[in-house]
Nanobody, 120 residues
C-alpha cells in the first residue's frame, strides 16, 4: 500500500531553519511528481512546493520562494523540504502528497503530517 511518512518538524525561532523529510513506499516513486502542502490552525490547506519526477522542475508558493527548497532522492525514495529564514506565519502542519493512478482512477495520497512551530 502507498505510504508517505513525514519527519523533521519541531519548534524553531524566527529566522531559523528546519529540514523536513518524507519517506515514500508502495509505488514507483521515481515516476511521479511530489508535493508539499501545509495547513495552519483554522485555515485551509495550501500548496507549498512541487518537484518533477526527475527533479528538473520545481515550483513554490510565492511567500516561500527563495526561502524554501524542495529536493528528492529517487534511490532512497525521499522528498525533502529545506526551510530557511522561517517566519511565524510558516507555523503549520506540513504534509507530503502524491497524486497517483489507480484501478478506480487517480487519487491523492497524504502523509500523517509533521508540525512546524516558528516562535520566539
Amino acid at each position: 500500500q502507498v505510504q508517505l511518512v513525514e519527519s523533521g518538524g519541531g519548534l524553531v525561532q524566527p529566522g531559523g531553519s528546519l529540514r523536513l523529510s518524507c519517506a515514500a513506499s508502495g509505488f514507483t516513486f521515481r515516476n511521479y511528481p511530489m508535493r508539499w502542502w501545509r495547513q495552519a490552525s483554522g485555515k485551509e490547506r495550501e500548496f507549498v512546493a512541487t518537484i518533477a519526477s526527475q527533479g528538473g522542475y520545481t515550483s513554490y508558493l510565492d511567500s516561500v520562494q527563495g526561502r524554501f527548497t524542495i529536493s528528492r532522492d529517487n534511490v532512497q525514495n525521499t522528498v525533502d523540504l529545506q526551510m530557511n529564514s522561517l517566519l511565524p506565519e510558516d507555523t503549520a502542519v506540513y504534509y507530503c502528497n502524491a497524486y497517483l493512478p489507480g484501478p478506480s482512477g487517480p487519487k491523492d495520497y497524504w502523509g500523517q503530517g509533521t508540525h512546524v512551530t516558528v516562535s520566539s
